[in-house]
Structures are given as C-alpha cells and as structure tokens.
C-alpha cells in the first residue's frame, strides 16, 4: 500500500483499489459519501510508485470538482496534483499540462490536447463516469484516449449506460449501499450539483444587464437586480414575462432587451434538468421546484414531450382542478414528476419522492426549510437524491449558498457535502469579496460599492462568510471593518498603532465561549492580553464578549462599552489584536482619543 497516504483506507476501498489495480481497466460503483476518491488516489500512487505509468489524468465533470479534487490528492496522497479547467487563461494552461498528474474537466482536455498529446496518457479516472455515454465531451474523449490503465467512478449508473460503460473503460463492479460496512457512511439522502452554463447570447444579455445596474440611480437598483435574479435562476422565459408587464423594469432596461430575449433559450437549465432525469433514470417519482407559474407549464409540456407522464401543482389562480384531484393524479405511480410551484410548499402533503430537483434557488431560509422538511423523510428503502440547477458565475449560485447556509443555521439538514459547498462558494460572489478583503479592510459600505450590489447583499455575503471562517473583522471609526482571515496581519503591519490603546486605568470582563465549555477573564489591558493569549495558544476561542470599562481622567468616572467578536480565534496574534481593538475602540467609542 502507498506509504505517502495520510488517510487509512476502510476495508472495502482497499478491495475496491485491488480489484482495480488486477483488472487494469474496470468501473468501480460506490455511493456518495463512502470515499471513491481514496480509491482513486490509491490506484494513482501505485501506479506512478511502480512506473506503470508516468501521465496520469484525472476527468471531473465541473471546475469545482476539479479544484477539490487537486486540493484531496495534494493534502492526502501528497502528490503535485495539477487542476486545468477554463477558469485559467489558455497560454497559462500549456505549461500546466506538462505535470504527472493532471485533473480537468472533458472539454477544456478536447479543447487543449491535440490526439497526439492524449495517446501519451498513460492512465485515465473518469469521475461521474456515467456521463460517458452519448455524445458529450466524456464520451467523445474516452474514445479518443488509448490509455492501457482506465478507472471510472461513479456512485449510481443507469442500466441504459451500462453495456456502453464497460465497452469505453471497463468491468463494472458494484458496493451495494446495504453492505454493513458502507450503509453506515451513506446518509439516506444525497445533495448533487448540475451546472447550467448561459450560452454566449445569454452573456451578452446578462453583461447588459449589469452594465444597466452599474449606472442607474441606487433607488432602482434593486429592481435591475430582480431582473439578473429572473435570469440567471429561471431564465429568459420569467425575465421576458416580468418586461412584458410595461412596468418599472421595463423602463429601466429599455424594451429592446425582449427583442434579444427572443433569441436566447427559454430555460437554459432544461438541459441539465434533462441530465438529472437521465442519470437517474430508476427514479419513481421525482419533484421539480420552480418559482415560475408559466415555466412550470413549459417545463411540464417538455417533459411531456421527453416522454414522462407529469402534472403540474400552482396557486388557486392558475389552478384547472381541486388540489384533491390533482394529488389524486400525483399519486399514481405511472405520474413520475410533480413540477410544483411555491403551492407545493405551504401545507400541501405532497407524495413521497425519490429525487427533488431545485431548480429555483431561493434565499429565503423558510421557503428553503419548506421544500426540504416536507419531502427529505426518511423511508430506509433506498438511496434518494436531491439535485440542485445552479447558473456559474451568477448571483444563481449565492441564493443557494445563503439558502444552505442559513438553513443549516435553523438545524436542517441539507444533503450536500462541505467540499462541494465550499467548491460553490469559490464560484460565486463570495469569492470576490474574499479577494478584495485579501488587499485591505474595508467596511460592509465600501465592499458593497466595489461590487456594485446593495449593502443588504453585501452584508448576507459577509455575515456567511465569518461564520464560514473566511473573513473576520475588527471594530474602527467606520464601523465592523472587514479582511481576509489570511490577510488580517496586514493590519498590524499597516494600522499598527491604530490599535493601541492609550488609557491604562480601563478594565474589561471577557466573557469567552472555548467550544462547549465557557470562561470569564477580568483585569487591566495588560491582565486581560496576557490570559486571552495564553488561551488561544492551547485552544480555539469560539466567540468572545470584551466590556470596556473606560477610564475617564476628568470625570474620574469609568464609561462602559460592551464589543462583540463572533468568529473563530485560533492563534495567540489573533486575540492580541482583537483585545487590542477592544480597548482601544472602546475609547475612540466615548470620545476619549
């Protein structure tokens, strides 16, 4: 077994690696969350360590994948993993290729390799490897390499995929979930990802879209937003029905958009939605979540025309039938989709389903908690999935952050693994707010100018992203001040003597929470720096509460501030500048300096 690897294998992934390994060219099917990774980087190590192969590459279905998976190989099997997606500029990508192990997304690999350069590819892992069917840049490139060595993962491949599969990599070989020694890492529920990328026309209208948000009065920006909100979430349909109106937005956004609207795709996530159905082709029955009355019945009329039976569940207004007839239908087990408008969230018992699709991402943390607590119950049957549609590179994919994080925040459980959670959130508008922060503090105001969005987004982008870990902040004359939680030592090398406090009769009470255990400190600034320093030097300061009693040298009386710092303190530099601010923006607070 590879000596480098820092987790210790469960028994069956090593049955897994070994049975790869003899076969050569063979499909390993495990659920989510019993760790097909681990099996992959073991196969990798053994083959680079006995030089059966010198050029490895590994296929990942999303650029997110492909970051998370380069991130596993180099902490774990400590092996110089070199991710390649199309977030990277194309010059930049030609060196790259030139590393041992290469993980990449199907297209940017067609995109980049001539045929030449991919028969030199001595071992491929196709991750999700039931996406290598038909003729999408999977399949397409599978038939193109002639690597001797092949592995495919995937945690579930439909019956039609299978003859198709094994011709491309390989002898299937399936864990079932109700092995004793994997049902215990599978959660009966499982969260999928499925991009939806906008095609260029539909860029081009996004762009316009923000340009018109960059310039008009703040007044109607939130109006803009709604409209970019419409697009990027349900598409040109609901954007195109919300102008039609002849309302504000369409004045704002001039009407000559519907024209460019007319061009674009109805509902650019049809294509994934399709995909979902396909990949998960055994479902019984399953339910699509979409804000749009009108792109329900468009997205039902698909459906229909895609073969399965449907029926659509919408307000009283756009109701043809009592909601008891239509449960009626929705029961039967030949209807195999429910597409359910916000009707189907409030009060109405809808039937037990094996997939849920979210194709409308939300905000709204009650309305998120609705479509999850009503239909992720637990029947111990089977395997059930819930998929959710996200458009990259949009606001699409911060409402289903916020959304998952506040409801996680209300103790529900959603489906979906942290690294997949924490892949998204390098792809939404959360990123660039932790890449200004890496430059300099700033308050909530300035990041909501820099990023032109209102300064309620901008503070649900930061208060997600100190509970994440990734920013904390520090109290100034302009409020809670914002950084990057690897940049907060330019603090000190910047506003050093910023934080100094110049009072030296104050006292505090620190009030510390140390995980589930708690502790009190009182004493002079330098009583209060030393303890709270020796603390983080031991153990992580979960949320401290320093009140500041300030010393006023006239009055001869003592003014009381109370400051909160509500985010993880782990190292002895940290809560040194945190008791710092504390003190001396206690006296900046009463005026004092």
């Known amino acids: ?40 980087l073991l196969w990798a190590t053994r083959l680079l360590q006995e ?116 011709k491309f990599i390989g002898d299937i070989m399936f864990w079932s979930w109700n092995d004793p020694r994997i049902r215990q890492y599978v959660p009966e529920w499982i969260g999928e990802v499925y991009e939806a990328p906008l095609n260029p026309h539909e860029e081009s209208i996004l762009k316009r879209l923000e340009t018109v948000y960059n310039i008009v009065e703040d007044k109607y920006r939130s109006t803009v937003r709604l409209a970019i909100r419409f697009f990027v979430r349900d ?20 009407g000559t958009l519907l024209e460019k609207l007319k061009h674009a795709r109805p509902a650019h996530k049809l294509p994934a939605l399709r995909r979902i159905l396909s990949d998960h082709e055994e479902f019984e029955k399953a339910i699509v979540f979409i804000d749009r009355v009108s792109l329900a019945f468009y997205i039902s009329e698909k459906l229909s025309e895609w073969g399965y039976r449907n029926i659509v569940l919408c307000g009283k207004s756009r109701r043809e039938r009592s909601v008891r007839d239509i449960l009626a239908e929705a029961v039967r087990p030949e209807t195999k989709i429910i597409v359910s408008t916000s009707a189907g969230e409030e009060g109405i018992d809808l039937p037990t389903a094996d997939l849920l699709v979210i194709w409308s991402n939300i905000v709204s943390t009650l309305r998120f908690i609705q479509r999850h607590g009503r239909l992720l119950r637990k029947s111990g049957k089977k395997l059930k999935f819930v998929a959710y549609i996200v458009t990259p590179e949009t606001p699409d994919i911060d409402s289903l952050i916020d959304a998952i994080f506040f409801a996680r925040r209300a103790d529900v459980d959603v489906p979906l693994e942290e690294d997949a959670l924490k892949a998204l959130i390098k792809k939404s508008i959360k990123a660039r707010v932790i890449e200004l922060l890496e430059a300099r503090p700033l308050p909530a105001e300035w990041i909501a100018d820099a990023l032109n969005i209102s300064l309620s987004e901008a503070k649900r982008h930061l208060t997600f992203l100190v509970k994440n870990g990734d920013i904390i902040y520090f109290y100034t004359h302009l409020g809670k001040t914002y950084v990057a939680r690897q940049s907060f030592h330019l603090i000190l090398e910047e506003y050093d003597d910023y934080f100094d406090p110049k009072i030296t009769e104050s006292i505090a009470d620190v009030s510390l929470k140390l995980g589930r255990r708690k502790r009190k400190i009182s004493g002079a600034f330098s009583e209060v720096l030393t303890k709270v320093k020796n603390l983080a030097a031991t153990k992580a300061i979960s949320q401290m509460v320093i009140s500041v009693q300030v010393f006023d040298p006239e009055l001869k009386a003592y003014h009381l501030v109370t400051i909160k710092y509500n985010y993880l303190i782990d190292t002895p530099l940290l809560a040194e500048l945190v008791v710092r601010n504390s003190f001396s923006y206690a006296e900046r607070k009463v005026g004092l300096i």
């Open 1 to 40: 077994m590879a000596k480098k690897i820092l987790h210790k294998p469960r028994d069956y992934q090593i049955e897994a690696f070994k049975y790869a390994y003899l076969k050569k060219r063979c499909v390993c099917v495990l659920p989510t969350g019993t760790g097909k990774t681990l099996i992959g």
């Open 51 to 166: 030089k059966k192969a010198k050029r490895i590459l590994i296929l990942e279905p999303t650029r997110y994948l492909v970051e998370q998976i380069a991130s596993y190989y180099r902490k774990i099997g400590k092996i110089d993993a070199q991710p390649i997606h199309g977030g990277f500029p194309r010059h930049h990508r030609k060196k790259m290729w030139n590393s041992k192990v290469v993980i990449a997304t199907p297209e940017v690999t067609l995109s980049d390799l001539t045929e030449r350069e991919l028969e030199r590819i001595d071992a491929i892992i196709i991750d999700e490897c039931h996406h290598t069917t038909g003729q999408d840049a999977y399949a397409k490139l599978v038939n193109k390499i002639k690597a001797e060595y092949r592995l495919g993962l995937s945690a579930y491949i439909p019956p039609s995929r299978r003859q198709e599969i094994k």
């Open 235 to 254: 598409g040109a349909l609901a954007l195109s029905e919300s102008l039609e109106k002849r309302g504000r937005m369409y004045n704002l956004l001039d």
